[in-house]
């Protein structure tokens, strides 16, 4: 298309840079050597595109001013392009055809700073610049074979990868070091998600602290929150997932918590379990935006006589407004028959489950009813993981001391850190959500209320995972304690019936299921 008739041509300079290093050339440098080179042609009428931080290398990731400066050459702006060498603007065969493609038609020269023009509209240009690109493309596959040994070697070492340290440490030299503030605040964060806290909440308390994310130094926000949280590094472990821009299968990078861990030999801000634990409960209560439930019971709660979730709702009656807990049958059995199970009043059931509840961790065996009946045997698995890890210390050092092959140690560490892995999710279930239950149990009932929704419902769904709602019946209504069954991790029903009073309540509860053929477990 040609260029609008008062619109003259454009001489383009292209600058690039992936990242700023010791060998690199900037970008002022870079323009400085493109600006002369106008100068002594008697380009005067420039225009500058700047790829900061951009690989030219990987198809994928789009280059901003590259698509612009393109688009202006399809559209007759551009006289010639003026770029420094030609690795500067195209690494890969594929993308100089499309430049050839898109240069041709107007016949727009290149010109490189550091070299000589490259003819793109002649046959021998063209051979010239495939056979430059055939060079430029064999060395960044090479750079990419060196950086992947390196890393290798580094991690088979327990060294960190990367060049932008994890939060909680600086970097320096290869080496990570602890940052007391920034440690401190990472073990505050751990215990305020297992006492059921928000990443939102953990967040704002970093930003207000004065932390940032240490690549971008912006202020926390909930995403990069849980990356700093579910980051093995501050365990003292670390993850490897070898990619490379030539296999693009080997790309597809799994969650750092689904990943194989290899320990480092930096000092960790928290310990093993703790971050398990801490993963576990980040990946698993994930929910959509705008889904936050307000109130204790809903979705936890379940009718007695269907099993179904109970919903939590409003109802009016005489100008009175309250909240109640209802399950509707969508399928009745008979004709006519009435869909709703119960509708009934919620406060006076969310204060006696909260008062089984409190009572709970006043009692001298809490822990007793943490953990299900049976479960995996916990020293053993402890002193296996222990074994195990000192294994893999063995075998790092074997290789180091060259007593092993490479091979070798990728077999033997790939066994190890799968066993490990089972082992740490066989325990997720049982020791960490006891520890954490036992953290953030709360001493009295003042410290409940003062509790966030979303904690209580924490503590709920771990000491009193099935609560069941039956339909009062009579009228006048029974006590709620009547129609509604709390039971704990091993199956008990609560309170316990140890004195005569619970006794003669377990009688009450027993006849009233039974009015609906159901049994207490």
């Known amino acids: 298309m040609p260029p609008h008739p008062e619109q003259p041509r454009v001489t383009a300079i292209y600058l690039r840079l992936s990242k700023l290093t010791d060998r690199s050339v900037s970008l002022d440098a870079q323009l400085a050597e493109c600006m002369a080179l106008c100068e002594r042609n008697g380009w005067a009428n420039v225009r500058i595109y700047r790829d ?59 010109w490189f700073a550091a070299g000589s023009e490259l003819d793109l509209t002649t046959s021998r240009g063209r051979e010239n610049a495939r056979i430059r690109g055939a060079i430029a493309r064999g060395e960044v596959e090479r750079k990419s074979e060196r950086q992947k040994s390196s890393n290798r070697e580094r991690v088979t070492k327990g060294k960190p990868l990367g060049t932008v340290r994890p939060f909680g440490y600086t970097y320096a030299a290869g080496k990570l070091t602890v940052v007391p503030e920034e440690a401190e605040a990472i073990r505050w964060a751990v215990e305020h998600v297992m006492r059921g806290g928000t990443v939102s909440d953990v967040a704002r308390e970093w930003t207000r602290r004065g932390h940032t994310v240490p690549k971008t130094k912006g202020p926390y926000s909930w995403p990069s929150a849980k990356g700093a949280l579910t980051n093995p ?63 204790l019971g809903a979705g936890i709660f379940v009718c007695g006589l269907c ?145 966030t929704i979303e904690q209580q419902r924490l503590f709920l769904r771990d000491l009193l995972p099935v609560v069941r709602i039956f339909p009062a019946g009579s009228n006048p209504a029974p006590s709620v304690p009547v129609y509604v069954h709390a039971y704990d991790r091993r199956g008990r029903l609560r309170p316990l019936p140890v004195g005569p009073d619970e006794v003669e309540m377990f009688q009450h509860q027993e006849a009233h299921a039974g009015r609906y053929d159901k049994a207490i477990d």
């Not at 030999?265 to 310990?271: G, K, L, V």
């Not at 049958?329 to 006519?336: I, L, Q, R």
């Open 52 to 110: 900061e931080s951009r690989t030219a290398s990987n198809a994928r990731r789009k280059r901003a001013a590259y698509e612009q400066m393109l688009a202006d050459v399809r559209a007759g702006l551009v006289e010639r392009i003026v770029c420094r060498d030609d690795d500067r603007l195209v690494r890969q065969p594929i993308e100089l055809e499309g430049l050839i493609n898109t240069l041709e038609p107007g016949s727009v020269p290149v």
């Open 233 to 295: 590094y501050i365990c003292g472990h670390l993850q490897y997932q070898p990619t490379t821009i030539l296999s693009p299968e080997e790309s597809k990078r799994v969650p750092v918590w689904k990943a194989e861990l290899i320990k480092g030999t930096w000092e960790p801000i928290i310990s093993r379990e703790d971050w398990t634990t801490v993963v576990q409960v980040l990946t698993r209560t994930r929910s959509k935006a705008g889904n936050y439930v307000k109130y």
């Open 307 to 451: 099993g179904g979730k109970v919903r939590s709702g409003w109802t009016t009656v005489k100008g009175r407004k309250f909240r109640n807990y209802k399950c509707v049958d969508s399928k009745p059995v008979t004709a006519g028959a009435s869909r709703m199970h119960f509708s009934l009043k919620a406060d006076p059931i969310d204060d006696y489950v909260t008062d089984v509840l409190t009572s709970m961790l006043q009692r001298e065996d809490f822990a007793d009813f943490l953990s299900p009946q049976e479960g995996p045997d916990r020293p053993a698995l402890e002193a296996e993981r222990k074994e195990l890890e000192e294994e893999l210390e063995a075998l790092t050092a074997s290789y180091g001391l060259r007593r092993i092959r490479l091979t070798q140690l990728e077999t033997g560490t790939a066994a190890i850190e799968k066993r490990l892995t089972e082992i740490d999710e066989a325990l997720a279930g049982t020791v960490e959500q006891e520890e954490r239950a036992a953290r953030y149990a709360p001493a009295s009932r003042e410290q409940w209320e003062n509790s």
